[in-house]
């Protein structure tokens, strides 16, 4: 995440889950790429320490945060429940693996929106 070559973060709206959506199925309300490196390290400390492997999410995912990278040629975004506690990770287009997530991190990923200028979903859409 910190080193790849180009990444975006995303503000979802995860009431408008379509097969034929922008990002894996959800609207995107709005996007910015992230080339400050100490915000990518806010973002990735972030994420780290909220990772939860091996516990069990919530049967919803309602995403409300998406990140898109591409490193060494390959794609991997990230779509991110705070509320389910539910992190899905896709590479290339397809999904790989998922894993969950506290809701620590999500004042950060909300801020890091709010600071490039992106609406974020309220939460009452989940």
């Known amino acids: 995440m910190r080193n790849a070559d180009s990444f975006e973060l995303l503000s979802l709206n ?11 199925g959800f609207a995107v309300l709005g996007r910015a790429t992230v080339s400050d490196q100490a915000a990518r390290r806010r973002l990735y400390n972030a994420l780290q320490s909220g990772a939860r492997w091996g516990t069990l999410p919530a049967s919803c995912f309602d995403p409300r945060h998406g990140i898109h990278m591409v490193s060494n040629g390959k794609t991997i975004d990230l779509l991110i429940c705070f509320h389910c506690g539910q992190a899905q990770v896709w590479q ?20 890091a929106l709010r600071d490039a200028g992106l609406p974020v979903a309220p939460k009452s859409l989940e």
Request: include cysteine; proline fraction near 10%; charged fraction near 30%.
């Open 14 to 24: 995860p009431e408008h889950r379509r097969k034929d959506a922008a990002f894996h």
């Open 92 to 111: 290339d287009d397809c999904l790989v693996t998922y894993f969950t997530i506290s809701g620590s991190p999500e004042p950060v990923f909300d801020q």
